[in-house]
């Protein structure tokens, strides 16, 4: 079973950039969307980005233009380039692994991101 272990969260003022890492414990070359999700207090996880094993992203309306998804197979790792970074940001980012067969779902431990106006 995949293991995912993020990093890269942390304190940054508004406008400012951070980079989350999410790395697996297997092989991600194949038959998978990876995916970023962020959660605040009292609320739902809410999708960010994903990207599948093909290389097609998709993005929440709220992200699109700042953050971008992208995964190096070859190092089983997805990252989250965050920029322009807002206080509505703020939130607990988990990496989230789905097989296309199947349909296991394993999900990270989740990293904080606060972002101070």
Not at 29 to 36: D, F, G, R, V, Y
Not at 106 to 116: E, F, K, M, P, R
Request: hydrophobic share 35%; glycine share 12%; net charge positive.
């Amino acid at each position: 079973q995949v293991q995912l272990v993020e990093s890269g969260g942390g304190l940054v003022q508004a406008g400012g950039s951070l980079r989350l890492s999410c790395e697996a414990s297997k092989s991600i070359a194949s038959n998978n969307i990876m995916a970023w999700h962020r959660q605040t207090p009292g609320k739902q996880r809410d999708l960010v980005a994903s990207i599948t094993s093909f290389g097609s992203t998709n993005y929440a309306g709220s992200v699109q233009g700042r953050f971008t998804i992208s995964r190096d197979n070859a190092e089983n790792t997805v990252y989250l380039q965050m920029n322009s970074l807002r206080p509505e940001d703020t939130a607990v980012y988990y990496c989230n692994y789905r097989a296309f067969i199947g349909g296991a779902t394993i999900w990270g431990q989740g990293t904080q991101v606060t972002v101070s106006s």
